[in-house]
């Protein structure tokens, strides 16, 4: 994530929203950020991908923050730093299927398919 300009986001404000590739195509929009009860942060973001891109109809997205920049030219834009085929075989789920109980492996899953670190609570 591009951090050379460090302030805060509302969900709100993210969810409103249109979400892009690098090469300005349009995927959807922000759904829902999904919090990490262990360590405080953003476990996943959701995206509501629009119909049409790569044929994954209404299916919901599960992307790691760290692949968001949300510090572009666009106030109205969210850049996800991810390649298009990453996204065509992505974690994700029907919006009737949400992940429900632990979610340690889905979040594992999320950030090593996109090939981002997860952070963990230190537990003592």
């Not at 591009?2 to 709100?12: A, V």
């Not at 959701?46 to 049409?52: E, K, L, T, Y």
Request: hydrophobic content about 40%; some cysteine; charged content about 25%.
């Amino acid at each position: 994530m591009n951090t050379e300009y460090n302030f805060p986001i509302s969900s709100s404000t993210a969810a409103n929203c249109t979400v892009k590739t690098l090469r300005d195509e349009s995927v959807g929009t922000i759904k829902d950020i999904m919090l990490d009860t262990e360590t405080g942060e953003v476990a996943y973001v959701i995206i509501a991908v629009d119909s049409g891109f790569l044929n994954l109809g209404s299916k919901l997205l599960a992307l790691p923050w760290a692949a968001f920049d949300f510090h572009g030219h666009q106030r109205d834009v969210i850049v996800i730093n991810v390649e298009k085929e990453k996204l065509e075989n992505a974690p994700g789920f029907d919006n009737d299927e949400w992940p429900v109980g632990p979610q340690h492996e889905f979040i594992n899953k999320v950030h090593t398919h996109y090939g981002f670190d997860r952070r963990r609570a230190f537990i003592e």
